[in-house]
């Protein structure tokens, strides 16, 4: 059997362990309904509302046109696109009601693959395939499913495997081909933006974790080669994704964004069995910390079943540089989420948007499984010792689903009646650090009719007698005629904003507010008018569109460039984190 046939056949056999460790999780789906965790109904609704614009037309909506009861929101300019985007394509394949299961299964799925991909790396094909189920079913993955239902965040641990191993090869850990030292750059360049386009609190917990792998990298090899190259790969990335970031950064200061800290998401509330005057917040905040807790200790026993004495000890491939920098997140992750890192939260930059500190599981998830794994790998283990442990840890990790799935919220209608409400014009409910500044989202009516013709001030009564025709009204473009004997505001039912341009007969104006909300109001001279509102691209999103577009070209060119001994690189792979090739003398 030549290499590339086994190679298929292991990729094979990962993906069938991690779809079925994705099915058996979500298995309980079929006979309760659907886990409708904290966050499900925010991003339901951001997967039907971009669905919905994308029948109109719109490729990458910006403006979240049903949010706060159809005033809309920023929110697609703000939350990254690829957890968003997913969701609403899926709906395309499936009935709404099976989204969040099918979204559930894919990204579980994925995330096996990723790890099999590190593990295949580090371990013979056993040990490969266990991290992949390890890492597919880890318990904060089952707490996001069941309890948290934070789907971008899932999504990015998808990529989390994948960064280390990308790390690790630039680093120089897995005995890299000589000259690859581009395209490592490249693809670590690649998941590292992928993260910042699932997730922002997720990516920032990459960003500090790469960091901290970088410094000890430099420090244990005494070169400033390793912060160079992380650096230029971190830099790429942040490129890559600058078509989201740019507006991201410059347009925070058009809304609320501070209330993301708002009470009760403040790291301070959120360390571990941390308690405020919220009997909800704190029983959450006790399962979190618990599993967090859970974690932790079974990851340090991991480690430290799988300690390499010396630099020349090996656990199959799993050398002691390998060993520390999964330390490392162990370290970092356990740290931050204690209130003694307190002070790192508030000095550290952007750390506090992270919100809460147990979110670090999603980092040391990736160890958990690789040390675990390797613990059951190690050479000196007995295959039935080995069996064992694999079944103890299959068991607590039923445990945990099993006790995840009796207490939380499960419900059937959620898809329904928010699908209903989107389709009746009702809308759904905004998110505070998106409401654009000078409103308070909570004051909105939850009903209101897209435009309506008031007198002019100080009298807000309806104008009778004018004639009103919209000829089109759309999540980024409002258009309509009027038709009044005398002058008049019109009061739209949308929310006023920087990237929003008015005309009215072909002369852009500067649009009033409604008095107590950011309500935008057109006013009108007597006669015919022709209203014309539409979301414009503003500066900085041409800005981050041409950053992206610069380093997409970056990176071709660093992927395209040959490496200098090309012989070695012909023999040992042209993936940059696969299974390096066996050599050809080994091939049957």
């Known amino acids: 059997m030549n290499w590339r046939t086994s190679s298929q056949r292991s990729w094979l056999l990962a993906f069938t362990i991690s779809l079925i460790t994705a099915l058996a999780i979500i298995s309980p789906f079929c006979w309760k309904?659907?886990?409708?965790?904290?966050?499900?109904?925010?991003?339901?609704?951001?997967?039907m509302d971009a669905a919905a614009q994308w029948r109109d037309g719109i490729l990458l909506p910006r403006w979240t046109e049903g949010a706060n009861?159809?005033?809309?929101?920023?929110?697609?300019?703000?939350?990254?696109?690829?957890?968003?985007?997913?969701?609403?394509?899926?709906?395309?394949?499936?009935?709404?009601?099976?989204?969040p299961a099918v979204f559930i299964v894919l990204t579980q799925t994925l995330a096996g693959l990723a790890a099999f991909a590190l593990g295949r790396r580090l371990f013979a094909l056993p040990g490969a395939l266990l991290c992949a189920a390890v890492y597919s079913a880890n318990p904060y993955a089952l707490l996001i499913v069941y309890m948290r239902s934070d789907?971008?965040?899932?999504?990015?641990?998808?990529?989390?495997?994948?960064?280390?191993?990308?790390?690790?090869?630039?680093?120089?850990?897995?005995?890299?081909?000589?000259?690859?030292?581009?395209?490592?750059?490249a693809f670590l360049s690649i998941v590292y933006a992928a993260a910042w386009l699932c997730n922002a609190p997720a990516?920032?917990?990459?960003?500090y974790s790469l960091a901290a792998l970088f410094v000890s990298s430099a420090i244990t090899s005494r070169s400033w080669r390793p912060l160079l190259q992380g650096g230029a790969s971190v830099a790429l990335g942040l490129g890559l994704a600058g078509f989201y970031l740019a507006p991201a950064i410059h347009e925070q200061k058009w809304v609320n964004i501070t209330q993301a800290l708002a009470s009760g998401l403040q790291p301070s509330q959120n360390f571990l069995y941390a308690v405020i005057a919220d009997a909800e917040h704190n029983a959450f905040n006790r399962i979190a910390s618990s599993t967090a807790v859970l974690v932790i200790a079974l990851t340090a026993?991991?480690?430290?079943?799988?300690?390499?004495?010396?630099s020349k000890e090996h656990v199959h491939r799993v050398s002691k540089p390998v060993w520390t920098m999964l330390a490392i997140l162990l370290a970092i992750s356990a740290f931050l989420m204690l209130r003694v890192s307190n002070i790192l939260w508030i000095a550290l930059p952007k750390l506090r948007f992270v919100q809460f500190p147990w979110r670090?599981?999603?980092?040391?998830?990736?160890?958990?499984?690789?040390?675990?794994?390797?613990?059951?790998?190690?050479?000196?283990?007995?295959?039935?010792w080995s069996a064992l442990g694999t079944a103890a840890l299959a068991v607590l990790l039923a445990g945990t689903a099993t006790w995840m799935v009796r207490?939380?919220?499960?419900?059937?209608?959620?898809?329904?009646?928010?699908?209903?409400?989107?389709?009746?014009?009702?809308?759904?409910?905004?998110?505070?650090?998106?409401?654009?500044?000078?409103?308070?989202?909570?004051?909105?009516?939850?009903?209101?009719?897209?435009?309506?013709?008031?007198?002019?001030?100080?009298?807000?009564?309806?104008v009778s007698g004018a004639r009103v025709h919209v000829e089109r009204w759309s999540a980024e473009q409002k258009e309509m005629r009027v038709a009044s004997r005398e002058p008049a505001r019109l009061a739209l039912r949308l929310l006023n904003y920087p990237g929003w341009?008015?005309?009215?007969?072909?002369?852009?104006?500067?649009?009033?507010?409604?008095?107590?909300?950011?309500?935008?109001?057109?006013?009108?001279a007597s006669g015919q008018s022709h209203i014309v509102v539409h979301f414009v691209r503003t500066n900085d999103r041409t800005v981050g569109a041409v950053v992206t577009v610069l380093s997409i070209l970056i990176l071709v060119i660093l992927l395209v460039t040959r490496p200098r001994d090309t012989r070695r690189i012909a023999v040992s792979g042209d993936l940059p984190w696969d299974a390096e090739r066996p050599a050809p003398a080994r091939c049957r």
């Not at 990529?159 to 581009?182: D, E, H, I, Q, V």
């Not at 990516?203 to 960003?207: F, K, M, P, R």
């Open 360 to 384: 670090w599981m999603s980092i040391l998830a990736v160890p958990f499984a690789c040390l675990f794994a390797a613990a059951m790998s190690r050479s000196k283990m007995r295959w039935y």
């Open 151 to 185: 789907f971008a965040e899932q999504l990015a641990m998808v990529f989390f495997p994948l960064m280390l191993l990308a790390t690790l090869r630039l680093m120089g850990s897995l005995g890299n081909p000589a000259g690859s030292t581009l395209r490592n750059v």
């Open 33 to 47: 309904g659907t886990a409708s965790g904290h966050d499900f109904s925010f991003h339901a609704a951001s997967w």
């Open 501 to 524: 341009r008015v005309e009215v007969n072909d002369n852009v104006i500067a649009p009033e507010r409604m008095e107590g909300s950011g309500q935008i109001i057109v006013p009108l």
């Open 69 to 99: 009861h159809g005033f809309g929101e920023p929110r697609f300019i703000f939350y990254p696109p690829l957890s968003w985007t997913l969701g609403a394509a899926l709906s395309f394949l499936v009935p709404w009601i099976y989204v």
């Open 407 to 462: 207490h939380t919220w499960w419900d059937t209608e959620d898809i329904p009646e928010l699908l209903e409400a989107i389709q009746n014009d009702e809308g759904f409910e905004g998110v505070d650090e998106y409401d654009p500044a000078g409103d308070d989202h909570s004051d909105l009516p939850e009903k209101y009719p897209r435009m309506k013709l008031l007198h002019v001030a100080p009298s807000s009564s309806v």
């Open 301 to 310: 026993i991991f480690a430290a079943m799988t300690y390499p004495r010396d």
């Open 203 to 207: 990516a920032v917990l990459a960003s």
